[in-house]
C-alpha cells in the first residue's frame, strides 16, 4: 500500500449527507474483477448526464474543483453497501484525503486499507471549511500524519485523530496481512484451544 | 466462581479473540467466511499475487447470488462481465479449495439466506462476509458482519480480522406488535428512529417481548436491516426457537444437545450493562413505507408526506428536499394515493419462505393491476422449490406475478432485473437509494404483504384493511 505522510491538495466540496456507496460507485460498474480503474466511474450517476456528458451542475465538475485530491463532504459519508468499489474509485479518481463530521464504518475501514486518509471534525469545523472553500479560487488543504494537523495557508489549522495502529500503517504503509501473519503462533494457539488445529501448519 | 456479568456481544468477543499485539488493533478469529462473487475476485487475486492459501477452505463457503440471472438457468449468460466474474469465483473456488453454491446447485440461494437455511450459521460465531446485509446471521445469536474486499483478503489468508472493540447498544422493544404489522415493518420503524447513522460504531443487540415472540425468519429481517441505522452488526440471544430452527439441518452440530448446552450460556446476563440502551413499544408501530432515499426516511402508511420545512436539522432539510424531487412526490401527499409501476418481493431481507406465505395470503384470489409488473424471486432454491410444494408460486403465477430463480435480483440490480428512470416500485429489500434498483428508479420500501397488496390495487393500501380472499 502507498505511505501516507503528508498530503496538500485542492478541495472539492460535495455538501450532501449521507453520500451512500451506491453513489460512489454505482453496481453496474462492481461487475469487474480488477482493483484498479474506478475512477473513471465515480460518481457515475451524479457526474454524467443521460447522453454521457458532464452534469455541469454537479459540484465536482465544476472548474476550481479540477485536479481535486481531498473531498469535503457532511455526515454519515459512506453509507450503505461494504463495496470496497468506493475506496478504490475515490482513489484511482486522485483523492487522498476524505473530511467528514462522520463516516460509515465499513466505508472508513476500507479507507485505511486503500492510502485514503478519512478525517472526522465536528460540524461547526466542517462548516467553516465548506465556507472556506466557497470562494472563486480553488481552496487548498495540507494533512499531516507526522503532525497530525490538518492546515490551510489562512490560519486554519485542527489536529487530526487517528487510531495510533492505523497511522502507524498509513505511514509505513504496511501489508495488513503480513502484519497478522507475524501472529500466525497466537492464532495457531487459539485453533488447537478449539480443537480446530489438526490439519494446520504454522 | 463469580464472573463478571456480561452482554452477548462480550461473550462472543472474549472467545474469539486471538490477541491484542502492544500497540495494534486486536485481532479476532472467524468461525464462518461466506464469500460471493461481487466482493471476493480481488481478494483471490491477492493471494495468488503473494502465493498465499485459504487458512481454512471447510469454513469458508461461496455461493453466486448478486449478479446472475433469475430467468432460465439453462441458458448462458447474456452479459459477458457478468459471466466473467461468475467464473471467475468458480475459478477461485476449485484453485483455493472452496465449497461453491454453484448456479446448478439445489442450495444456490442468497448468501444471507442459505447461511442459516443450511444450518452453517450457528449461535455464538463469528460470522464476515463481503456484503453489509451480513448481521442478517445476528439472529441466530452470532455475531455477524459484513467486511470490504481486502478484508476478506485478510479473513482468507489468516482465518481472523482485526477488529477494535465495537460498543453495545440495547434496542428493547416492549409490548406485542398490533394487528398487520410485520418485523420488515418493525426495523423500518426502528431506524426512522435511530436515524441513518444512530447505530454507528455500535452493534445492536435487540431485545424485549416482541423480539422473543418473532419467529426466526422474522429475527432475521430486523437483523438484516442493522446497517441501515449504521450499526455494524446486530444480533438476537439465541433461545429455543432457535435450537428448534437449527436442529436437523445439514451443517448443525452432530452433537446437538452438547451444543444447545453451550448456546444456553449466550445471553446476555441479568446485571450485564449495555454501553447504551434504546426504549420503543409495539404498539406504536403501524405498517411503513419509505418516501425518501434512505430507509431512515420513513413513515406510516396512514400518513402523508412530510415537509421539509418541518426538519429542524439542516442536513435533514436539504436532504428531504432532494429526496422529494428525485421521488417526484410532494408534500402532504397521502401514502395511499401513490401508484406504483413495479413491484419486487425479494432480497435478503424478505425472500424466506414466510414472506412468500405473507405476500402469497395476501395475493390469493387477486389479480395483479394492469398498470403493475409484478415479480417474486424466492432467496434460495429450497425456499423456491419449498414455496411450488405449497403451491405459491400457482397463487402469484395465476395473478399475475412472475416468480423467478433464486438469487440478489432487483434488490440491487446488477443482473437485467432493473427499474427504467422514473418507475416507482414497493419493494421487499433494502435500500431505497438513488438509483439503487436502476438509474432514476424510484424505490419504495415495505413489508412483503404490502407490496402484494401493492401490487393488486395498484398503489398502496393500508394493509390492515385488507380484504383477504
Sequence with gaps: ???????????????????????????????????????????????????????????????????????????????????????????????????????????????????????????????????????????????????????????????????????????EGLDHIGLSLRQSKSILEWETAHGLADSKAV | MTTTPRTLLEKIWDEHLVCSPEGEQPILYVDLHLVHEVTSPQAFEGLRLASRKVRRPETTFATLDHNVPTTDRRLPIADPISAQQIDTLRHNCQEFGVRLFDLGDADQGIVHVIGPELGLTQPGMTIVCGDSHTATHGAMGALAFGIGTSEVEHVLATQTLRQSRPRSMEVRVDGILPHGVTAKDLVLYLIGKLSTEGGAGYVIEYT???????????????????????????????????????????????????????????????????????????????????????????????????????????????????????????????????????????????????????????????????????????????????????????????????????????????????????ERCASTSNRNFEGRQGKGGRTHLVSPAMAAAAAIAGHFVDIRTWHYR
Design chain 1, 1 to 171: 500500500m502507498q505511505p501516507f505522510v503528508t498530503h496538500t491538495g485542492i478541495v472539492a466540496s460535495l455538501d450532501r449527507a449521507n453520500v451512500d456507496t451506491d453513489q460512489i460507485i454505482p453496481k453496474q460498474f462492481l461487475k469487474r474483477i480488477e482493483r484498479t480503474g474506478f475512477g473513471q466511474y465515480l460518481f457515475f450517476d451524479w457526474r454524467f448526464l443521460a447522453d454521457g456528458s458532464l452534469n455541469s451542475q454537479f459540484e465536482l465538475n465544476h472548474p476550481k474543483m479540477n485536479g481535486a485530491s481531498i473531498l469535503l463532504a457532511r455526515r454519515n459519508f459512506g453509507c450503505g453497501s461494504s463495496r470496497e468499489h468506493a475506496p478504490w474509485s475515490l482513489a484511482d479518481y486522485g483523492f487522498r484525503v476524505i473530511i467528514a463530521p462522520s463516516f460509515a464504518d465499513i466505508f472508513f475501514s476500507n479507507c485505511f486499507q486503500n492510502g485514503i486518509l478519512p478525517i472526522r471534525l465536528p460540524e461547526e469545523d466542517i462548516a467553516e471549511l465548506f465556507q472556506r472553500a466557497s470562494r472563486d479560487q480553488p481552496y487548498r488543504l495540507s494533512a499531516s500524519l507526522e503532525t497530525c494537523l490538518l492546515t490551510d495557508d489562512a490560519g486554519f489549522s485542527r489536529s487530526i485523530e487517528i487510531e495510533p495502529f492505523r497511522r502507524k500503517c498509513m505511514l
Design chain 2, 208 to 422: 424485549g417481548q416482541v423480539i422473543r415472540q418473532l419467529s426466526m425468519e422474522e429475527r432475521m429481517t430486523v437483523c438484516n436491516m442493522s446497517i441501515e441505522a449504521g450499526a455494524r452488526a446486530g444480533m438476537i440471544a439465541p433461545d429455543s426457537k432457535t435450537f428448534d430452527y437449527l436442529r436437523g439441518r445439514d451443517h448443525a452440530p452432530r452433537d446437538f444437545d452438547k451444543a444447545v448446552a453451550r448456546w444456553e450460556q449466550l445471553p446476555t446476563d441479568a446485571l450485564a450493562v449495555y454501553d447504551r440502551v434504546e426504549l420503543f413499544k409495539a404498539a406504536d408501530v403501524v405498517p411503513q413505507v419509505t418516501w425518501g432515499t434512505n430507509p431512515a426516511q420513513v413513515i406510516g402508511v396512514d400518513g402523508t408526506i412530510p415537509d421539509p420545512a418541518n426538519f429542524s436539522d439542516e442536513a435533514d432539510r436539504s436532504s428531504a428536499i432532494r429526496a422529494l424531487e428525485y421521488m417526484g412526490l410532494e408534500s402532504g401527499r397521502q401514502v395511499v394515493d401513490i401508484s406504483v409501476d413495479r413491484v419486487f418481493i425479494g432480497s435478503c431481507t424478505n425472500s424466506r419462505i414466510e414472506d412468500l406465505r405473507a405476500a402469497a395470503d395476501v395475493v390469493r384470489g387477486h389479480q395483479v393491476s394492469s398498470s403493475v409488473h409484478a415479480m417474486v424471486v424466492p432467496g434460495s432454491g429450497r425456499v423456491k422449490r419449498q414455496a411450488e410444494q405449497e403451491g405459491l408460486d400457482t397463487i402469484f403465477l395465476n395473478a399475475g406475478f412472475e416468480w423467478r430463480e433464486a438469487g440478489c435480483s432487483m434488490c440491487l440490480g446488477m443482473n437485467p432485473d432493473t427499474l427504467s428512470p422514473g
